[in-house]
């Protein structure tokens, strides 16, 4: 591998269900850091994908009704889908089902088994079938729990093939101390060695396929497969040319980073280190393990209920946000706490508060006092030259942060820099330049501030790819200098040019309300209004509800809005009046079952938009936990705008 080469790659993820925070987390950080090291000039190679065999998709398969290859192909999709919807930029997706990695894992079991490296005898255990595990009594400290997952296990005495994993236990544990950079942070390295102070077992590798007929057949034996393991640990390489294009695989092998949770280190750090060396392959660069997503204390459990759905929170507040909380709130390595009050109170002061009160002030100004014109930057004086130190500065940070694997670290110091970017504007006071006429020093003060801002997006692009881009083109960049960002052009000042359009733009950022996670109206100012009475709460006069006009209408038209997963949008006659209405039913009706039913609707609503779509009224409709059923009237051909009350 050559110096100048980056390789990152994720876990592959099960099959077996829709993925969530913590799959999001991981293909997140991994697309920043490819990003980043693209800005800085890199060449770079991004591998995410699937783990499609093994136990848990088959008993998944059999629960709903159809094949193993059924299961992964439905089941994949919504991986693909949301790493689109995040914006991924990954290099390539792998499925341990193509033929391309199938015939590499069968490739690398028929050369072990030759060399002497496999062999076959009987075995008797505790098998855990969610982690898809052997272990020893030895290992088994409760009862019958799993030591990994806690959960119950299986005691299976059977014949099967094993890997001469404890042939390598002294040679893994030299390497890992005297390569401190092979398993990080370093205390997982520690964890590593503590484990093989144990005598290391050789590792079960294969499983009769009279127990599970779902994997890749062993290719010296028939009635087995391969174990899922050993099968899905080999993607890191089958994906770049091992045994196919040796070309590609010496550019980027060995991998720079293997991103994990800390769930999977044992696997990582001792499976795949000592099938590489019986292979003759060098080792990764470096194993990095970070911290879990927890609820509170808790870790996040599909069981326990508590598991966060990207999508939801990618509905609720957009991609960009989503990912600048991820990346801003852990601390590699360490486990970070998600609440979604966190989530809004960060979003608000960073995003909505910080830099998108400076982008504001900046535009507004340029329009208003110089008809949108970017003005000429003047001498600076000590606070122009005191932001452009801490703007560059910033940038050198998120640099380094980078390399050093602390990208919230980075990230803190943009932030900082965009507050300086604030404490600016409050210091030179533009809006008393303006009021005084001095626009000499008013246009200096403007450029400064939009050149720090030209910096900051490009320091910020790659964990908000799609803000920026709005931010940079606000300021009048050309196409080609919104997202070909080079670390090199944000480490010089002054590449903005005097005279360049600024366009306005209706807020970056808006804000919400933590309590009811809404976006705030702007300018919207508490109303001091006392409590009704306890007896009278919620109550309302007849003169009041006949204010809401309910009538009958009929859905002409429907059709899901873009981007956008529980939104239907739907075209509606009322009376011989079309009217548009935006409504949150697609998870409960696709567009085909509703068009022509005669509905309940809000008719004198003031119009709104929702995600940049007009709506013009409200349907009614009745909810129950999970359930919803629109409002309809009995007998299909009742006439449409007939009042209803």
């Given amino acids: 591998m050559s110096e100048n080469t980056f390789y990152v790659t994720t876990p592959i993820y099960y099959v077996n269900d829709k993925p969530h925070i913590g799959h999001a987390y991981?293909?997140?950080?991994?697309?920043?850091?490819?990003?980043y090291h693209r800005e800085l000039g890199v060449p770079t190679f991004f591998l995410t994908g699937t783990d499609e065999h093994g136990q848990k998709v088959q008993k998944a398969a059999t629960e709903h009704k159809m094949s193993p290859q059924e299961q992964c192909d439905t089941t994949v999709l919504r991986f693909q889908e949301l790493w689109k919807k995040l914006g991924m930029t990954n290099d390539d997706f792998i499925r341990t089902t193509e033929e391309r990695h199938k015939k590499i894992v069968r490739k690398i079991l028929q050369d072990l088994y030759d060399k002497g490296e496999i062999y076959k005898s009987e075995y008797k255990g505790r098998y855990c079938v969610p982690c898809e595990r052997f272990f020893t009594d030895k290992d088994i400290a409760d009862g019958n729990l799993c030591p990994e997952c806690s959960r119950e296990t299986q005691e299976i005495v059977e014949?099967?093939?094993?890997?001469?994993?404890s042939k390598y236990q002294d040679w893994l544990i030299d390497y890992i101390k005297t390569h401190p950079d092979f398993i990080q942070?370093?205390?997982?390295?520690?964890?590593?060695?503590?484990?093989?102070?144990?005598?290391?077992?050789?590792?079960?590798?294969?499983r009769p396929k009279s127990r599970l007929a779902w994997g890749i057949e062993l290719p010296f034996d028939s009635d087995y497969v391969c174990y899922v393991w050993f099968d899905a640990l080999i993607n890191y390489i089958s994906a770049i040319g091992y045994g196919s294009d040796e070309a590609k695989f010496k550019k980027w092998w060995p991998v720079n980073y293997h991103l994990i949770g800390k769930d999977i280190l044992t696997t990582h750090s001792v499976y795949w280190p000592t099938m590489l060396k019986a292979m003759g392959v060098e080792p990764p660069k470096t194993i990095f393990a970070h911290g879990w997503w927890l609820i509170g204390q808790d870790k996040m459990s599909k069981s326990v209920g508590n598991v966060v759905n990207p999508m939801d929170m990618i509905e609720k507040y957009g991609i960009d946000a989503f990912r600048y909380f991820l990346m801003a709130e852990m601390s590699l390595g360490q486990d970070a706490s998600f609440s979604e009050e966190a989530f809004v109170s960060k979003y608000n002061s960073d995003l909505a508060n910080d830099l998108g009160n400076l982008l504001s002030r900046v535009v507004k100004m340029v329009i208003k006092q110089f008809n949108g014109k970017l003005p000429p930057c003047g001498e600076l004086s000590e606070n122009e030259n005191e932001l452009k130190e801490t703007v560059l500065n910033a940038v050198s940070q998120m640099e380094n942060s980078i390399k050093n694997m602390k990208l919230n670290q980075g990230l803190d110091a943009v932030m900082n820099a965009v507050r300086a970017g604030n404490r600016y504007m409050e210091k030179t006071a533009p809006w008393t330049l303006a009021k005084n006429g001095n626009l000499e020093k008013l246009g200096t003060v403007l450029y400064t501030s939009a050149e720090a801002l030209r910096i900051i997006s490009g320091a910020l692009f790659a964990v908000m790819p799609s803000k920026m881009s709005e931010l940079r083109k606000t300021l009048g960049l050309k196409k080609d200098e919104i997202e070909n960002i080079s670390f090199a052009a944000l480490q010089k000042w002054g590449a903005l040019s005097a005279g360049t359009e600024i366009t306005d733009i209706d807020g970056l950022f808006m804000r919400f309300k933590a309590e009811e996670a809404v976006p705030e109206k702007k300018n919207e100012k508490p109303k001091d209004k006392a409590p009704a009475p306890a007896s009278e709460t919620g109550i309302v006069t007849i003169d009041e509800f006949f204010k809401t006009q309910l009538k009958t209408a009929k859905i002409l038209e429907a059709e899901k809005v873009d981007g956008a997963d529980k939104l239907l949008k739907l075209q509606i006659d009322i009376g011989g009046e079309k009217r548009q209405l935006v409504a949150g039913i697609a998870q409960f009706y696709q567009p085909s079952d509703i068009i022509g039913k005669t509905i309940v609707v809000v008719s004198n609503l003031k119009p709104a938009k929702i995600r940049g779509i007009e709506s013009q009224g409200m349907l009614l409709a009745a909810k129950d936990g999970k359930s919803l059923k629109l409002i309809t009237v009995d007998g299909g051909d009742f006439p449409s705008g007939s009042s209803v009350g």
């Fill in 159 to 165: 014949s099967n093939y094993f890997f001469r994993m």
């Fill in 185 to 206: 942070p370093s205390f997982r390295a520690n964890e590593t060695l503590g484990f093989l102070q144990k005598p290391l077992g050789d590792l079960c590798i294969s």
């Fill in 26 to 35: 991981t293909t997140i950080l991994a697309d920043v850091l490819s990003r």
